[in-house]
Nanobody, 117 residues
Framework: QVQLVESGGGLVQAGGSLKLTCTPSSRDSFSAWGWFRQPPGKEREFVAV????????RYADSVKGRFTISRDDAKNMVYLQMNKLKPDDTGIFYC???????????WGQGTQVTVSP
């Protein structure tokens, strides 16, 4: 339905910060916008989700208090601000969207985040 492109990944030292951006290919958007990640050798896991209007958010326990998901509906962009990064945060981060949370129909190709100890 929509193409998603993630950007902002890179290499950062433990304790540092990164901000990821999800850029859709079209203006149309679904109700749920989420970030997932896949650590090396592990399955993809949920990180955070935000509603289209940006008013509702939910986070994985592992990132609560450190990550902040947000949506700029005017720019049709989704962000993930990551603070106090840990080596365990290392992985490929994916942006996804769908009609409701838990039903994601569009996925990006991912952006690599590497946190060095």
């Amino acid at each position: 339905q929509v193409q998603l492109v993630e950007s902002g990944g890179g290499l950062v030292q433990a304790g540092g910060s990164l901000k990821l951006t999800c850029t859709p290919s079209s203006r149309d958007s679904f109700s749920a916008w989420g970030w997932f990640r896949q650590p090396p050798g592990k399955e993809r896991e949920f990180v955070a989700v935000v509603s289209r209007n940006g008013r509702n958010t939910r986070y994985a326990d592992s990132v609560k208090g450190r990550f902040t998901i947000s949506r700029d509906d005017a720019k049709n962009m989704v962000y993930l601000q990551m603070n106090k990064l840990k080596p365990d945060d290392t992985g490929i981060f994916y942006c996804a969207t769908g009609p409701v949370d838990s039903s994601y129909t569009s996925w990006g190709q991912g952006t690599q985040v590497t946190v060095s100890p």
